[in-house]
């Protein structure tokens, strides 16, 4: 049996020891791949663990798909290297490699109908007619398309023809299933029902998943760990948590999230606690001892996402001065503010369940502050 994947109903996770051992699912060193003038890639080095939900996760034209189709065998790189459970697999073909793919365009057989579509590898790989019955119907039960057996795939809903062409790939029990933009066709409700199905579908295979895509709250709702990827290069690899808390550029921070940043000079240190003179004054940043290497960097950004900024007063100790209200728009649950403190316009969000927001009225001033821990610092 391959990676915890149990047929005949009886799936479960996969034993959390062997699915998490110290081998790598994939790693890729110093991966560079060039298109004329254009470097796709220019030199990617990551791990993927086993049996963790992978997402590359960046701007269109930053070398996601690339990526995904160089670990895929559809495409090799000009150096570096490629490991897939520990073998070395750049020499190996596509076919050879453990490893499935789901693209966008679903890509289904049209005269096939969905058991059939489903089959097909299976069939090619001349496994026994009985297997192949069995395996069919289970994949099907999991993907919730048994219903479906039948019917072909212009019979097919987009959402349904996307279950269909997982349950293609993961029919061939894959140590790992690469999805490229797999949920991009679909409207936003089907989009996240399916968001939730396949992060359930992956827990309960245990399966490593590679999941590709621009959109940072997809990739945030599903993965384990995020590669946010940026003209070539991985701009920052952790958990959704660590990206957004955490970020270690002005990329990083912009693209998740919103995030007010402001120039920032280092003036002194003392522990975690380190003073930065910004437009707006001196400020205390207190480190996350994963920054502390940016600490003593002569220029810096500081950043502070705008739901992190209170105008509620509270000790945020030297970081208080006033403000004033520039603009303020409503969308139901929240409040976005804008606040102006000398030359510095700071975004600001409030939860519509607090009752401040709601008094405040453009022209008002406010006190600004800015607790030391909800600061951090940025290179550029
Ligand atoms: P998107 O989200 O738009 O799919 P991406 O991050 O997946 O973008 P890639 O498709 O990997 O980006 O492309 C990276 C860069 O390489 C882009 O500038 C793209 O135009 C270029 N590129 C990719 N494939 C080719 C090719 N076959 N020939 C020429 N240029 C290519």
């Known amino acids: 049996m391959r990676n915890g994947f149990r047929y005949q109903?009886?799936?479960?996770?996969?034993?959390?020891?062997?699915?998490?051992?110290?081998?790598?699912a994939v790693e890729l060193q110093h991966v560079a791949r060039r298109f004329g003038a254009v470097e796709a890639l220019a030199?990617?080095?990551?791990?993927?663990?086993?049996?963790?939900?992978?997402?590359?996760?960046?701007?269109?034209?930053?070398?996601?798909?690339?990526?995904?189709?160089?670990?895929?065998?559809?495409?090799?790189?000009?150096?570096?290297?490629?490991r897939i459970g520990?073998?070395?697999?750049?020499?190996?073909?596509?076919?050879?490699?453990?490893?499935?793919?789901?693209?966008?365009?679903?890509?289904?057989?049209?005269?096939?109908?969905?058991?059939?579509?489903?089959?097909f590898g299976l069939r090619m790989k001349r496994q026994a007619a009985k297997d192949i019955v069995r395996r069919v119907a289970a994949v099907?039960?999991?993907?919730?398309?048994?219903?479906?057996?039948?019917?072909?795939?212009?019979?097919?809903?987009?959402?349904?023809?996307?279950r269909v062409a997982l349950a293609?790939?993961?029919?061939?029990?894959?140590?790992?299933?690469?999805?490229?933009?797999?949920?991009?066709?679909l409207d936003a409700k089907l989009r996240k029902e399916l968001q939730t199905e396949l992060r359930q579908l992956q827990r309960r295979l245990g399966t490593t998943f590679i999941h590709v895509t621009h959109d940072q709250d997809e990739a945030f709702a599903i993965s384990d760990?995020?590669?946010?990827?940026?003209?070539?290069?991985v701009a920052q690899l952790g958990t959704p948590e660590d990206l957004y808390e955490h970020p270690k550029t002005r990329f990083v921070a912009e693209f998740i999230g919103s995030c007010n940043s402001m120039e920032g000079k280092f003036f002194s240190r003392s522990g975690a606690l380190l003073e930065v003179d910004t437009p707006l004054g001196r400020l205390q940043v207190e480190l996350p001892s994963t920054a502390i290497e940016l600490a003593e960097r002569e220029r810096l950004h500081v950043g502070i996402r705008p739901e992190r900024i209170s105008?509620?007063?509270?000790?945020a100790g030297d970081n208080r001065f006033l403000g004033k209200v520039e603009a303020i728009v409503s969308n139901g649950p929240e409040s976005h503010i804008q606040v102006r403190a000398g030359q510095t316009l700071l975004n600001v969000v409030e939860l519509n369940s607090g009752r401040r927001s709601v008094g405040l009225f453009v022209g008002d001033?406010?006190?600004?502050?800015?607790?030391?821990a909800n600061l951090f610092l940025m290179e550029d």
């Open 9 to 24: 109903g009886a799936l479960q996770p996969a034993d959390p020891i062997t699915s998490h051992a110290a081998q790598p």
């Open 43 to 82: 030199g990617v080095s990551l791990n993927v663990r086993r049996g963790e939900f992978f997402s590359l996760l960046g701007p269109s034209g930053c070398g996601k798909t690339t990526l995904l189709r160089i670990i895929a065998g559809l495409d090799l790189p000009d150096s570096g290297n490629v």
């Open 86 to 119: 520990g073998v070395e697999s750049l020499r190996l073909p596509a076919w050879k490699r453990p490893v499935n793919t789901v693209f966008q365009s679903y890509a289904l057989f049209p005269h096939l109908c969905v058991s059939e579509n489903i089959a």
């Open 140 to 162: 099907m039960d999991l993907t919730q398309i048994t219903s479906l057996a039948g019917r072909h795939p212009h019979e097919l809903s987009g959402g349904q023809r996307q």
């Open 168 to 185: 293609r790939a993961i029919v061939n029990e894959p140590a790992v299933l690469l999805l490229d933009e797999p949920l991009g066709a």
């Open 225 to 233: 760990r995020v590669a946010l990827m940026h003209a070539g290069r």
């Open 311 to 315: 105008l509620e007063g509270g000790s």
């Open 365 to 372: 001033s406010v006190e600004v502050s800015l607790p030391p």
